[in-house]
Protein backbone atom coordinates (compact mmCIF):
# COMPACT_ATOMS: atom_id res chain seq x y z
CA UNK A 1 0.00 0.00 0.00
CA UNK A 2 1.81 3.45 -0.82
CA UNK A 3 0.98 6.15 1.57
CA UNK A 4 2.73 8.95 1.29
CA UNK A 5 1.97 10.84 4.65
CA UNK A 6 -0.25 10.29 7.68
CA UNK A 7 -3.63 11.94 8.57
CA UNK A 8 -3.96 14.05 11.80
CA UNK A 9 -7.41 14.40 12.87
CA UNK A 10 -7.97 18.02 14.24
CA UNK A 11 -10.33 19.07 17.34
CA UNK A 12 -12.22 21.74 17.52
CA UNK A 13 -13.74 21.23 13.82
CA UNK A 14 -15.33 24.67 12.74
CA UNK A 15 -18.16 22.56 11.25
CA UNK A 16 -19.66 23.16 14.70
CA UNK A 17 -20.71 26.35 13.87
CA UNK A 18 -24.32 27.06 12.73
CA UNK A 19 -24.32 30.45 12.08
CA UNK A 20 -22.25 30.80 8.70
CA UNK A 21 -22.56 30.83 4.93
CA UNK A 22 -21.88 28.39 2.82
CA UNK A 23 -19.01 30.15 1.69
CA UNK A 24 -17.62 30.58 5.15
CA UNK A 25 -17.81 26.96 6.03
CA UNK A 26 -15.99 26.31 2.86
CA UNK A 27 -12.88 28.27 3.82
CA UNK A 28 -13.44 27.21 7.65
CA UNK A 29 -13.08 23.45 6.30
CA UNK A 30 -10.62 24.72 3.74
CA UNK A 31 -8.25 26.63 6.68
CA UNK A 32 -8.85 23.29 8.76
CA UNK A 33 -7.91 20.72 5.85
CA UNK A 34 -5.02 23.09 5.42
CA UNK A 35 -3.76 21.90 9.03
CA UNK A 36 -3.84 18.70 8.42
CA UNK A 37 -1.94 15.89 5.99
CA UNK A 38 -3.73 13.83 3.49
CA UNK A 39 -3.54 10.33 3.62
CA UNK A 40 -2.89 8.71 0.08
CA UNK A 41 -3.52 4.83 -0.52
CA UNK A 42 -4.59 2.71 -3.50
CA UNK A 43 -7.96 2.12 -3.58
CA UNK A 44 -10.00 -0.76 -2.94
CA UNK A 45 -13.57 -2.05 -3.73
CA UNK A 46 -15.24 -0.99 -0.67
CA UNK A 47 -14.23 2.07 -2.07
CA UNK A 48 -16.61 2.69 -4.93
CA UNK A 49 -19.26 3.92 -3.23
CA UNK A 50 -17.65 6.82 -1.89
CA UNK A 51 -15.86 7.27 -4.74
CA UNK A 52 -19.33 7.78 -6.53
CA UNK A 53 -20.55 10.31 -3.83
CA UNK A 54 -17.32 12.40 -3.86
CA UNK A 55 -17.20 12.31 -8.04
CA UNK A 56 -20.98 13.56 -7.68
CA UNK A 57 -20.02 16.34 -5.89
CA UNK A 58 -17.18 17.42 -8.15
CA UNK A 59 -18.81 18.91 -11.59
CA UNK A 60 -18.36 19.10 -14.64
CA UNK A 61 -17.58 15.34 -13.67
CA UNK A 62 -19.17 12.91 -15.56
CA UNK A 63 -20.89 10.83 -13.27
CA UNK A 64 -20.36 7.50 -13.98
CA UNK A 65 -22.43 4.25 -12.71
CA UNK A 66 -21.04 3.13 -9.14
CA UNK A 67 -20.31 -0.32 -11.14
CA UNK A 68 -17.65 2.12 -13.38
CA UNK A 69 -16.15 3.55 -9.76
CA UNK A 70 -16.30 -0.49 -8.38
CA UNK A 71 -13.97 -1.60 -11.04
CA UNK A 72 -11.94 1.88 -11.24
CA UNK A 73 -11.34 0.93 -7.10
CA UNK A 74 -10.63 -2.70 -7.63
CA UNK A 75 -8.99 -3.56 -11.38
CA UNK A 76 -7.30 0.05 -11.60
CA UNK A 77 -6.02 0.53 -8.41
CA UNK A 78 -2.26 0.18 -9.34
CA UNK A 79 -2.55 3.35 -10.97
CA UNK A 80 -5.81 5.12 -9.28
CA UNK A 81 -5.35 6.67 -5.52
CA UNK A 82 -8.10 8.15 -2.71
CA UNK A 83 -6.95 10.73 -0.64
CA UNK A 84 -8.21 10.59 3.01
CA UNK A 85 -9.21 14.02 5.01
CA UNK A 86 -10.08 12.88 8.85
CA UNK A 87 -10.87 9.65 7.64
CA UNK A 88 -13.32 10.42 4.64
CA UNK A 89 -12.65 10.21 1.29
CA UNK A 90 -11.25 13.95 0.05
CA UNK A 91 -9.84 13.09 -3.30
CA UNK A 92 -9.60 10.31 -5.95
CA UNK A 93 -7.55 9.67 -9.46
CA UNK A 94 -8.52 7.04 -11.55
CA UNK A 95 -5.61 6.23 -14.17
CA UNK A 96 -4.87 3.10 -15.95
CA UNK A 97 -1.58 2.30 -18.77
CA UNK A 98 -2.60 2.31 -22.23
CA UNK A 99 -2.79 -1.17 -23.38
CA UNK A 100 -1.27 -0.24 -26.40
CA UNK A 101 1.26 1.69 -24.86
CA UNK A 102 2.07 0.77 -21.76
CA UNK A 103 4.57 3.67 -20.85
CA UNK A 104 1.88 5.92 -20.87
CA UNK A 105 -0.61 6.63 -18.04
CA UNK A 106 -4.22 7.97 -19.26
CA UNK A 107 -5.49 10.03 -16.08
CA UNK A 108 -9.02 9.22 -16.25
CA UNK A 109 -11.07 12.14 -14.08
CA UNK A 110 -9.26 13.81 -10.79
CA UNK A 111 -11.56 14.89 -8.21
CA UNK A 112 -11.04 16.50 -4.72
CA UNK A 113 -13.78 17.42 -2.39
CA UNK A 114 -14.43 21.49 -2.23
CA UNK A 115 -12.73 21.54 1.38
CA UNK A 116 -9.45 19.91 0.02
CA UNK A 117 -8.81 22.37 -2.52
CA UNK A 118 -6.06 24.49 -3.16
CA UNK A 119 -3.21 22.78 -1.11
CA UNK A 120 -1.70 20.71 -4.06
CA UNK A 121 -3.69 17.54 -3.29
CA UNK A 122 -4.76 16.30 -6.63
CA UNK A 123 -1.11 17.35 -7.68
CA UNK A 124 0.01 15.17 -4.95
CA UNK A 125 -1.90 12.54 -5.82
CA UNK A 126 -0.80 12.45 -9.26
CA UNK A 127 2.24 12.25 -8.65
CA UNK A 128 1.66 9.34 -6.22
CA UNK A 129 0.53 6.98 -8.70
CA UNK A 130 3.58 8.24 -11.07
CA UNK A 131 5.91 6.87 -8.62
CA UNK A 132 5.17 3.23 -7.52
CA UNK A 133 6.85 0.27 -8.96
CA UNK A 134 3.86 -0.39 -11.29
CA UNK A 135 4.44 2.81 -13.03
CA UNK A 136 8.38 2.09 -13.27
CA UNK A 137 8.26 2.01 -17.29
CA UNK A 138 5.48 5.36 -17.59
CA UNK A 139 7.11 8.01 -19.25
CA UNK A 140 4.45 9.66 -20.69
CA UNK A 141 0.45 10.78 -19.59
CA UNK A 142 -1.99 11.69 -20.96
CA UNK A 143 -5.63 13.26 -19.94
CA UNK A 144 -8.45 14.69 -21.56
CA UNK A 145 -10.00 18.22 -20.78
CA UNK A 146 -12.36 20.16 -21.95
CA UNK A 147 -11.78 23.58 -23.67
CA UNK A 148 -13.36 25.56 -20.59
CA UNK A 149 -11.80 23.55 -17.36
CA UNK A 150 -9.23 26.20 -16.82
CA UNK A 151 -8.61 24.58 -12.89
CA UNK A 152 -7.77 21.23 -14.56
CA UNK A 153 -5.46 23.04 -17.35
CA UNK A 154 -4.11 24.66 -14.94
CA UNK A 155 -3.34 21.13 -13.04
CA UNK A 156 -2.12 19.18 -15.97
CA UNK A 157 0.14 22.15 -17.36
CA UNK A 158 1.80 22.94 -13.81
CA UNK A 159 2.36 19.05 -13.60
CA UNK A 160 4.34 19.24 -16.56
CA UNK A 161 6.44 22.01 -15.95
CA UNK A 162 6.87 20.62 -12.15
CA UNK A 163 8.29 17.37 -14.21
CA UNK A 164 10.45 19.85 -16.34
CA UNK A 165 8.91 18.43 -19.68
CA UNK A 166 6.25 19.71 -22.25
CA UNK A 167 2.76 19.45 -22.91
CA UNK A 168 1.24 18.93 -26.29
CA UNK A 169 -2.69 19.91 -27.36
CA UNK A 170 -4.89 18.30 -29.82
CA UNK A 171 -8.55 17.14 -29.88
CA UNK A 172 -9.36 13.18 -28.82
CA UNK A 173 -12.76 13.36 -29.35
CA UNK A 174 -14.54 15.65 -31.24
CA UNK A 175 -17.99 17.48 -30.31
CA UNK A 176 -19.73 16.40 -33.09
CA UNK A 177 -17.51 13.78 -35.16
CA UNK A 178 -17.65 11.74 -31.47
CA UNK A 179 -20.67 13.00 -28.99
CA UNK A 180 -23.15 14.28 -32.07
CA UNK A 181 -23.50 17.52 -30.24
CA UNK A 182 -23.92 16.36 -27.03
CA UNK A 183 -20.78 17.19 -25.14
CA UNK A 184 -17.90 19.60 -25.39
CA UNK A 185 -14.92 18.26 -27.48
CA UNK A 186 -12.01 16.40 -25.04
CA UNK A 187 -9.22 17.97 -25.49
CA UNK A 188 -5.99 15.17 -25.33
CA UNK A 189 -2.83 16.84 -23.20
CA UNK A 190 0.21 14.73 -23.86
CA UNK A 191 2.66 15.59 -21.06
CA UNK A 192 6.32 13.82 -21.51
CA UNK A 193 8.88 12.22 -21.82
CA UNK A 194 10.13 12.65 -18.28
CA UNK A 195 11.29 10.01 -15.85
CA UNK A 196 10.08 10.03 -12.12
CA UNK A 197 12.02 8.35 -8.77
CA UNK A 198 10.24 5.23 -8.24
CA UNK A 199 9.44 4.58 -4.24
CA UNK A 200 10.48 1.31 -3.08
C1 LIG B 1 -9.34 20.37 -10.62
C2 LIG B 1 -9.17 19.91 -9.18
C3 LIG B 1 -8.95 18.40 -9.18
C4 LIG B 1 -7.92 20.63 -8.59
O1 LIG B 1 -7.67 20.11 -7.29
P1 LIG B 1 -6.68 20.85 -6.27
O2 LIG B 1 -6.23 19.86 -5.26
O3 LIG B 1 -7.30 22.10 -5.78
O4 LIG B 1 -5.47 21.23 -7.24
P2 LIG B 1 -3.97 21.60 -6.77
O5 LIG B 1 -4.05 22.33 -5.44
O6 LIG B 1 -3.12 20.38 -6.84
O7 LIG B 1 -3.53 22.67 -7.87
C5 LIG B 1 -2.80 22.31 -9.02
C6 LIG B 1 -2.61 23.56 -9.88
O8 LIG B 1 -3.88 23.95 -10.42
C7 LIG B 1 -4.16 25.31 -10.05
N1 LIG B 1 -5.60 25.41 -9.80
C8 LIG B 1 -6.34 24.63 -8.97
N2 LIG B 1 -7.63 25.02 -8.99
C9 LIG B 1 -7.71 26.06 -9.87
C10 LIG B 1 -8.77 26.89 -10.33
N3 LIG B 1 -10.03 26.72 -9.90
N4 LIG B 1 -8.48 27.85 -11.26
C11 LIG B 1 -7.22 28.03 -11.71
N5 LIG B 1 -6.15 27.28 -11.30
C12 LIG B 1 -6.40 26.31 -10.39
C13 LIG B 1 -3.34 25.55 -8.79
O9 LIG B 1 -3.05 26.93 -8.60
C14 LIG B 1 -2.09 24.75 -9.09
O10 LIG B 1 -1.26 25.49 -9.98
P3 LIG B 1 0.36 25.42 -9.85
O11 LIG B 1 0.75 23.98 -10.10
O12 LIG B 1 0.81 26.35 -10.94
O13 LIG B 1 0.67 25.86 -8.46
C15 LIG B 1 -10.39 20.27 -8.30
O14 LIG B 1 -10.65 21.65 -8.43
C16 LIG B 1 -11.65 19.51 -8.68
O15 LIG B 1 -11.89 18.41 -8.18
N6 LIG B 1 -12.48 20.10 -9.56
C17 LIG B 1 -13.74 19.47 -10.01
C18 LIG B 1 -13.49 18.26 -10.89
C19 LIG B 1 -12.57 18.54 -12.08
O16 LIG B 1 -12.76 19.48 -12.83
N7 LIG B 1 -11.54 17.67 -12.24
C20 LIG B 1 -10.53 17.81 -13.28
C21 LIG B 1 -10.94 17.16 -14.55
S1 LIG B 1 -10.43 15.47 -14.66
Redesign the pocket.
Known sequence: MSATSVSKPQSGSSDSKTDESPEEKVTARQASASKREALLRKPVSEDGADVHRLINR????DENSIYCNLLQASHFADTSVAAELDGELG?FVSGYLIPQRPDTLF???????EE?????????MIRDILARPGCAQVRYLE?T?TPD???????F???A??LGTECNESVMFDRERHFKGAHDSEMLLRIGPFDVEVQG
Open positions: CPPLGVWQVAVAGRGMGLAGRTINEASWALRGLRK
